[in-house]
């Protein structure tokens, strides 16, 4: 861990708490009226930075929580919040980490360095895709194509707002959820609609 990810770490409570003040990346936004995608989500690929391939199809019956994340970012120290989530929920959960380079350029290290970065620091064991593009733009992944517009999902157009965005899924591939960055993975939010 960098000088500045030591830093960001313990000012990380001070950020969550100072953008929670101002009312600074708390979005959520839901589908309340239950608008079921356009096109499948369980049709795409995520190519993981192992070198496999992960099939969203795997997941069916299962709620997907989806998030792009960052090592050099204030919140960097939600991927601590998203094991202990996956830890407590995997048998009905399943996270998904997104890293991206989209934001201040708080993601440079290549995937190799960011698996060993989540490993060391974090103890991650949920799935890590390779590094990709999560804001709308060429070369956007596909997954954040999907999530990110309601022509495909059906109702959605919000792209992340910055690192640590979240996405949840229901158990039949409906996108339910959109939280920003300062909505904790642990929140009462995100834990409620989890457990809707």
């Known amino acids: 861990m960098t000088l500045r990810q030591r ?6 409570p001070f950020l969550i708490h100072f953008t929670k003040l101002l009312k600074k990346n708390t979005k959520v936004s839901e589908n309340k009226n239950g608008v079921k ?17 992960l099939p969203l199809s795997t997941f069916k019956g299962k709620k997907i929580l989806l998030v792009n994340t960052a090592s050099d970012c204030g919140y960097t120290a939600q991927y601590a919040d998203l094991q202990k989530l996956y830890q407590n929920a995997k048998e009905d959960l399943a996270i998904i980490g997104f890293p991206a380079n989209d934001f201040k350029e708080q993601e440079k290290g290549s995937d190799e360095e960011i698996a060993k970065f989540c490993s060391l620091n974090f103890g991650v ?10 804001v709308k733009s060429d070369g956007q992944h596909p997954v954040f194509q999907w999530l990110t517009n309601k022509e495909l999902n059906g109702w959605n157009n919000q792209q992340p707002s910055w690192n640590f965005s979240k996405y949840l899924i229901n158990e039949e591939g409906t996108l339910t959820h959109y939280f920003d960055p300062s909505v904790l993975p642990v929140s009462d939010e995100v834990l409620k609609a989890i457990n809707q």
């Open 7 to 12: 830093i960001l770490r313990i000012v990380y």
């Open 37 to 53: 995608p356009v096109e499948s989500i369980y049709d795409l690929n995520v190519h993981l930075n192992n070198g496999a391939i």
């Open 125 to 134: 064991s949920f799935p890590i895709a390779r590094k990709s593009r999560v």
